[in-house]
Nanobody
């Protein structure tokens, strides 16, 4: 069964850090781009970051550039999102999904999401 499972969310104070994990099962991450997305209450889902399969090129939303870092460990079949200097506006449910490419592919196999809450 093809599945992506997110973990690592939680409650953190502004300025703090979290590392999210996106673990794949039923397929190898080696051949796919993996994207992180988030959806805050009352807002549309937005793309946060993506890492390509071939050469691990990365892209980031302007709002997280310089604060978030995406990486992949193909041996562990897992993609990570390191989030630093967190702000209240980063509060959302974070999802990962796979695609053929970051820029033109259609994302699928969405995980169930992990809640990130940034609050004092």
């Amino acid at each position: 069964q093809v599945q992506l499972v997110e973990s690592g969310g939680g409650l953190v104070q502004p300025g703090g850090s979290l590392r999210l994990s996106c673990a794949a099962s039923g397929f190898s991450l080696d051949y796919y781009a993996i994207g992180w997305f988030r959806q805050a209450p009352g807002k549309e889902r937005e793309g946060v970051s993506c890492i390509s399969s071939s050469d691990s090129n990365t892209v980031y939303a302007e709002s997280v550039t310089g604060r978030f870092t995406i990486s992949r460990d193909n041996a562990k079949n897992t993609v990570y999102l390191q989030m630093n200097s967190l702000k209240a506006e980063d509060t959302a449910v974070y999802y990962c999904a796979k695609s053929t490419t970051c820029d033109r592919g259609v994302f699928g196999s969405w995980g169930q999401g992990t809640q990130v809450t940034v609050s004092s």
